[in-house]
């Protein structure tokens, strides 16, 4: 059978899609290659959020279509958000790609490798709700960690978001085939999950008519071999305290919380569709700091949103500095068609959103360096990921510290060698930059 590779672009909602995408061409016999310049077909799984991402797919195909050119590979196929979103355009754009589908028809991905290595041009466009979300997948992250999706789709309709125009509804998984799946996940040797959605605080709310993320984490908790269970991607709007009592009452639950708010300012808030204002945001911090004594929080934040001014920024950077997330994302606005907000007046010049998303993440390193300089000194637990060989030490992360996003920890082990997905205590002696360095304490 021919060989195929998957280049996943985006977040990790979109790896996931692709790794369910992997375990069909691998029923199919499809022989799978990590290194897709090696392969007869490769799949691009795009992102179509912002600009720069959308930017990243399309350099990603057009880097594919000079391997085709020199016959290296057979065929081009562009799947995933980009695909969905501007759906005929892209073939019309790039003669190169030979098959485009949109996340509706990711279980027929196999027939649609096979037909674009048999010559024809394939395009297919069916109803966004029919992507699959329960199926096998072939885990493409290490094998201690993974993501488990407990939902697609968003119905917050955010003003400059497009996610909803691309993935449809919020729709939840029954909560029977989460477990089943994570504890697959566990039998194959996985210690840490990483719980996601567009959502994941609205999880049940459409299937069982109240939230149960909190009930799903407590029986995720029951699996035996589970080590770590982390939880992303939190609207602020729906922490409760029962979700709050959950993570800190439970072992496996990291005290780590992904809660992105986007902005402060009350004024670019209602602009954006979203509820809060400086004063309500700074209560919900502080309140998640005395129900989770020690909890780390991770946010992302847009600087330059349609209409705001110099007063709103300095709130923003006024509320960065009081918050002190010990996590911390800023992004530049990006002027997205078919959303709202693109039609907004009172746009900002590109130069000034750059450079105000910049001063948040000159903000953010002194915090995090302040934050790193309390850690030395403490025994903390690292859940091992490998050797670097050129630092010559070994690396993890702490339970403060999400797969992909955050920093690592490095250190030393004299006395033995750790394996991969083993949790050991580290002494932090020091940190370079974002990333703490220690030795392994027996």
């Known amino acids: 059978m021919p060989s195929v590779g998957i280049v996943s672009l985006g977040c990790a909602k979109n790896r996931v899609d692709a790794e369910m995408m992997m375990f069909q061409l691998n029923q199919a016999g499809f022989q799978l290659k990590e290194d897709p310049a090696m392969a007869d077909a490769v799949i691009v799984n795009t992102c179509g959020f912002i600009e720069s991402a959308k930017q990243e797919s399309i350099d990603e195909i057009l880097e594919l279509a000079q391997l085709k050119k020199e016959g290296k590979i057979k065929a081009i196929i562009v799947t995933g958000c980009l695909a969905q979103r501007y759906n005929s355009e892209i073939m019309k754009e790039l003669s190169e790609v030979d098959a485009v589908i949109g996340i509706g028809k990711n279980a027929d991905i196999a027939k649609v490798v096979q037909n674009a290595l048999d010559g024809e041009k394939v395009e297919d466009f069916p109803d966004k709700m029919l992507l699959p979300m329960e199926g096998g997948r072939v885990q493409s992250t290490e094998q201690h960690w993974a993501y488990l999706k407990i939902a697609d789709g968003c119905d917050n309709c955010c003003t400059y978001c497009a996610i909803p125009l691309i993935r449809g509804r919020f729709r939840s998984r029954e909560m029977e085939n989460i477990i089943k799946e994570a504890e697959r996940l566990v039998y194959n040797g996985v210690k840490e999950i990483n719980v996601i959605a567009q959502d994941t605080t609205r999880y049940g709310e459409d299937l069982y008519g109240e939230l149960k993320l909190a009930e799903l984490l407590r029986k995720l908790c029951k699996i035996d071999g589970l080590e770590w269970i982390r939880v992303l991607y939190c609207y602020p709007d729906r922490i409760t305290d029962e979700l709050l009592d959950t993570i800190r009452e439970e072992n496996k639950i990291v005290k780590y919380i992904d809660l992105p708010l986007q902005h402060c300012s009350g004024k670019v808030l209602r602009a954006m569709n979203r509820r809060g204002d400086k004063e309500s945001l700074l209560e919900l911090v502080e309140h998640i700091r005395e129900k989770i004594p020690g909890v780390v929080l991770r946010t992302t934040l847009i600087a330059g949103f349609p209409g705001e001014t110099e007063e709103d920024f300095e709130e923003l950077s006024d509320f960065v500095r009081q918050t002190k997330f010990e996590r911390l994302g800023c992004f530049a606005y990006s002027q997205e068609e078919d959303t709202p907000a693109a039609l907004m007046e009172d746009q900002i010049d590109e130069e000034i959103k750059n450079r105000?998303?910049?001063?948040?993440?000159?903000?953010?390193?002194?915090?995090?360096?302040?934050?790193?300089?309390?850690?030395?000194?403490?025994?903390?637990?690292?859940?091992?990921?490998?050797?670097?060989?050129?630092?010559?030490?070994?690396?993890?992360?702490s339970a403060f510290d999400a797969p992909e996003v955050d920093p690592n920890v490095f250190f030393t082990a004299p006395e033995r060698k750790p394996r991969p997905g083993e949790i050991v205590r580290v002494h932090i002696s020091d940190h370079i930059d974002c990333d703490l360095t220690g030795e392994m304490a027996e």
Not at 371 to 397: M, N
Request: with cysteine.
């Open 356 to 397: 105000r998303a910049e001063i948040i993440t000159e903000q953010e390193a002194l915090i995090i360096d302040n934050w790193c300089e309390s850690q030395i000194g403490k025994d903390i637990d690292v859940l091992v990921d490998g050797f670097d060989r050129y630092a010559e030490c070994f690396f993890g992360r």
